[in-house]
Nanobody, 124 residues
Framework: QVQLVESGGGLVQTGGSLRLSCAASGRTFSSYAMGWFRQVPGKEREFVAAISWNGGSTYYRDSVKGRFTISRDNARNTVYLQMNSLKPEDTAVYYC?????????????????WGQGTQVTVSS
């Protein structure tokens, strides 16, 4: 089992930037992929970005490509989501998740452990 704690959310204006962090403990951090998801009230949780165990592979949903960057520091047991050029439609609660395997996956069912979430609000 993995314990995950997100931080870095907040209120930002359109075009601004935020960096989310997710600190992990428990299972060996370098053994599994990590993902970021987001959810707004009344909608299903959706995939945002994922990174393989060593950072060698990344994957993004189309709407954030070129604006968001996922990265990880295995020495610090932390995964990051750098979000630039933020838009109002990026407003959501953002969750980090630990995958079952070392490979990048995009479905929520492929992740076993989740953080508590951090709110990101982008004002227009």
């Amino acid at each position: 089992q993995v314990q995950l704690v997100e931080s870095g959310g907040g209120l930002v204006q359109t075009g601004g930037s935020l960096r989310l962090s997710c600190a992990a403990s428990g299972r060996t951090f370098s053994s599994y992929a990590m993902g970021w998801f987001r959810q707004v009230p009344g909608k299903e949780r959706e995939f945002v970005a994922a990174i393989s165990w060593n950072g060698g592979s990344t994957y993004y949903r189309d709407s954030v490509k070129g604006r968001f960057t996922i990265s990880r520091d295995n020495a610090r047991n932390t995964v990051y989501l750098q979000m630039n050029s933020l838009k109002p439609e990026d407003t959501a609660v953002y969750y980090c998740a630990a995958g079952r395997s070392s490979r990048v996956v995009v479905t929520t069912s492929s992740y076993d452990d989740w953080g508590q979430g951090t709110q990101v609000t982008v004002s227009s």
